[in-house]
């Protein structure tokens, strides 16, 4: 079924739960750095699990209220389609630094936080919308 192009209202919605569920990320990951004592690699996987956890329950509790989802499948599908973000961002990290050999913090932090970011936004969108919180009632594509 395609689906029609997304309200104003469901952008700023998705967007503004995004904000939340990266400041609980970045948040939790520094406390847990620092007073905490955790490592670099448990601190990231409890701060990325943190931030899903908030970005789903933003998203099912507002953003998508009317999709109606039950259960630990929706979760489920929506932590996939949050590490297929991440893997984009690692993607775009890795040919950035090691294809091309752009390997300044800068071109790091470009490739990473940047494109890949806004890449793996439009994915977690895509695959937020269409597997997590599907509406049977949409027509129409958002993609055209």
């Not at 948040?27 to 905490?36: D, E, N």
């Not at 297929?84 to 630094?97: K, P, R």
């Not at 494109?115 to 027509?139: H, K, N, Q, S, Y």
Request: glycine residues 14%.
């Amino acid at each position: 079924m395609v689906k029609p192009a997304p309200r104003r209202s469901e952008l700023l919605g998705f967007a503004s739960v995004g904000l939340l569920a990266y400041a609980t990320d970045l948040a939790l990951f520094t406390w847990l750095r620092g007073p905490a004592g955790l490592g670099p690699l448990a601190a990231k996987a409890l701060s990325f699990l943190a931030g899903c956890t908030v970005a789903y329950l933003g998203n099912a509790l507002g953003t998508y209220r009317h999709a109606r989802v039950r259960g630990l499948r929706p979760y489920a599908v929506f932590f996939a389609v949050n590490v297929a973000g991440a893997l984009v961002q690692l993607l775009c990290l890795t040919v950035s630094h090691y294809g091309l050999g752009l390997t300044s913090q800068r071109a790091d932090t470009v490739s990473g936080a940047g494109i890949g970011m806004a890449l793996a936004t439009v994915l977690r969108f895509w695959g937020t919308r269409t597997w997590v919180f599907p509406d049977e009632g949409r027509v129409g594509s958002w993609t055209g």
